[in-house]
């Protein structure tokens, strides 16, 4: 770990060295460190380096924007020098070592560079490795170890207050937690933190308020602001949550408080594994599989979208029979950010749906497996298996859609920015017929790791083991690329110039263009943080957008689903039964054709996933309904004997179409 300290010195000296002289010069140094195999070193070493790399990042920055080089520089220097001390471990001093310790040695003690100094012990009270005590005629003991406030501020979405909260263990470690000041500041909330090792008990819970209280009194003016995130993704336009680590100028500032356990658990996933020269093994296998590599690019793109504003969601899908390399293809997407446990189950509807799109801001969202929803169990279940699926599609995608209603909690009011990456045996595209998702919606058919079933084998094997060992290096080079000044707006002309490239055929074509200049900018910027680039990914992402294009006429597939539902329910009445089926009559057949009753022909669209009037629309424009005198589709039919029923005509060439004959 020294080593790779020392290094990281000398790149900063030899960066601030170069830019007395020559600002770009310092530029293409410092881009040759972070981009240069030395990285991967500062990636495995301890989480306090990871400040000095974010210093680094911060030099870069103000080099770019060409203001005061040296002046920056010497301040990252600082800033190191403090990492390095705080490497080595500063202590507490013991109570019979000598004198207790001053407030500011416990945050220094806790990589608090920047805290306050002085930073005032309230009157009365003295802290130590001991804990707290109030001094007076005869001590008494507050609690048994440190506990201290380093920081303050507000979540900037909801406006709520937190006070960053620090703790150490009886082991010697601190733990830093930034809770609700509402929480931290009652007898009752406040003792929840002993689940985390904090020493509060029942009994000594008040006077530990009181003891924080007076601490936060006497230094809140000098406190450190605290920037409190509750999500990842990019965050005042220059900052970037990757999971707990910020990445951009002034990292120490943010910190994460997910909105809920099942969020804080998946961020935990992402972090950086092994070496970036072991993942880049991986990848030279994947690379010659383009339909299992762009997993990686689209993997990568959600986090684009953070600075490319123009770029939509989407969803992209690996269908395709078992043992093709689909889940591998979801693992290699996953090690772009973290382990493959980033990877969730379609089934697991309550995490899934928890973290949700809404979570995995500017992250991909990976679902594994749609049959998890769609096979066994009754028709009921897999309905609504197929709406949790479309309504899924519809959030992660921001296609306009119908999403109330959705049975999993998806209805969340935060904004949404991910692509969904998907897994299925069939296309979970054609679950919905609303045209909508479809340009948004890559689906990538066959076997990822090819058909030749050796070299697939070898490729599953060579990548499944690679991304368990080695993983979250590409999407932190991207993101520390990005933060860097000047980059994003490079991006954002990548993109602008591979729009109007693919900016040609059909409407729809037209559409997905946006997804396939969205794979594009991801590939160039991959490369630009280097990623040997795969060659064959364009052609794969237009081949999957064509898959779209083919399937879009979905309301002659509506048609035969609700014919072949109603016929299967019993729910087509021949003239002659008497009894009204559950759930009511669909249909009457006629010599010609059949006559449709409106409520429940709507009501089961809606349940197949289709919109009922527009698909209605669709059915009459295509002439497959007779219409009345003054042009309405609806009209006044007779079924089952009864008279006055709201519905629709469906003439010959809508009855063929609804028996698949044409
Ligand atoms: N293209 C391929 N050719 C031959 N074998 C393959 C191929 N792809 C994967 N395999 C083998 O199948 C195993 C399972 O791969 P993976 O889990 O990615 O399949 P999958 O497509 O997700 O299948 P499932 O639909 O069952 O989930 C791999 O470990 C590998 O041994
Ligand atoms: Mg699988």
């Known amino acids: 770990m020294p080593d790779a300290l020392d290094r990281l010195r000398s790149a900063v ?51 770019q924007a060409g203001d005061g080089w040296s002046t920056r520089a010497k301040e990252h220097a600082a800033m190191l020098k403090q990492a390095a001390k705080d490497a080595r471990g500063l202590r507490l001093v013991d109570a019979d070592e000598g004198e207790p310790a001053t407030g500011h040695d416990v945050l220094t003690a806790l990589r608090c560079p920047d805290a306050p100094c002085p930073y005032r012990i309230p009157d ?30 507000e979540d900037a979405e909801s406006g709520r207050r937190y006070l960053r909260l620090a703790w150490m263990l009886p082991g010697g470690g601190w733990v ?61 336009g220059t900052t970037y949550m990757l999971g707990e680590e910020a990445i951009g100028p002034d990292p120490d500032r943010y910190t994460l408080e997910p909105a809920s ?85 379609w089934d697991t509807t309550g995490v899934g749906a928890e973290v949700g799109a809404a979570a995995a801001y500017h992250l991909p969202l990976m679902l594994d497996d749609t049959k998890a929803l769609l096979s066994g169990g009754n028709q009921r279940r897999k309905d609504s298996g197929a709406s949790t699926i479309t309504a899924t599609i519809y959030l992660a995608t921001g296609s306009k859609g119908r999403l109330r209603g959705s049975p999993t909690g998806l209805r969340e009011q935060r904004e949404v920015s991910t692509w969904l990456l998907s897994t299925s045996e069939t296309p979970s595209v054609d679950l919905a017929s609303d045209v909508g998702i479809r340009p948004r919606t890559l689906t990538m058919i066959g076997r990822p790791l090819g058909d030749d079933a050796a070299t697939g084998e ?4 060579m990548i499944g083991a690679s991304v368990r060992e080695h993983f979250g290096h ?34 729809v074509q037209r559409r997905l263009s946006q997804l396939i200049a969205a794979i594009a900018t991801s590939v160039d910027v991959c490369e630009a943080v280097g990623l040997p680039r795969c060659d064959g990914v364009m052609n794969e992402a237009v081949d999957a957008a064509r898959y779209s294009v083919r399937s879009a006429d979905t309301h002659a597939a509506a048609l035969m689903a609700l014919w072949g539902l109603a016929q299967a329910q019993g729910r087509v009445c021949d003239g002659t039964t008497e009894r009204t089926p559950p759930g009511g009559w669909i249909a009457e057949e006629t010599t010609s054709g059949a006559r449709l009753v409106a409520a429940t022909v709507h009501e089961e669209l809606k349940r197949l996933g289709h919109d009922p009037s527009e698909t209605v629309d669709r059915w009459r424009a295509a002439g497959w309904l007779d219409l009345t005198k003054s042009g309405n589709a609806r009209s006044s039919i007779t079924v089952a004997r009864a008279r006055g029923v709201s519905g629709y005509r469906l003439n010959a060439a809508g009855m063929s179409v609804a028996k698949g004959e044409k």
């Open 13 to 63: 000296r030899d960066v601030s060295e170069a830019a007395r002289t020559d600002n770009d010069k310092a530029r293409d140094l410092w881009r040759s460190y972070v981009l240069g195999a030395w990285t991967s070193d500062v990636g495995e070493l301890s989480a306090s380096l990871t400040q000095a790399q974010a210093a680094l990042s911060g030099l870069g920055m103000a080099g």
């Open 176 to 236: 830093v937690r930034t809770v609700e000041r509402d929480r931290a500041m009652q007898a009752r909330t406040i003792v929840e933190l002993s689940a985390d090792g904090a020493p509060v008990t029942s009994v000594n819970a008040s006077a530990v308020v009181l003891w924080l209280d007076a601490l936060e009194a006497d230094n809140a003016a000098t406190m450190d602001p605290v920037r409190v995130v509750r999500r990842s993704g990019w965050v005042d």
């Open 474 to 507: 590409l999407g932190m080079r991207v993101v520390a690329w990005l933060a860097m000044d000047g980059n994003a707006a490079q991006a954002r002309a990548w993109y602008r110039t591979h729009l109007e490239a693919a900016s040609h055929g059909s409407a």
């Open 261 to 345: 356990d099942g969020e804080r658990q998946w961020y935990r996933e992402i972090q950086r594994g092994g070496t970036w020269a072991g993942w880049l093994e991986g990848w030279e296998y994947a690379k010659r599989h383009p339909k299992a590599a762009i997993a990686v690019y689209a993997s990568v793109a959600p986090a684009l979208r953070g600075v490319v504003p123009a770029m939509p969601g989407a969803c992209i899908e690996w269908s395709g029979i078992t043992s093709g390399g689909k889940s591998v293809s979801m693992d290699l997407a996953a090690s772009v950010w973290g382990t493959v446990d980033l990877v969730r189950r």
């Open 458 to 461: 070898l490729a599953a094997t």
């Open 124 to 153: 009365g009270y003295q802290l130590s490795r001991r804990g707290v005590v109030v001094v007076g005629e005869t001590d008494t003991v507050v609690c048994r170890a440190p506990i201290v406030i380093t920081g303050s501020g």
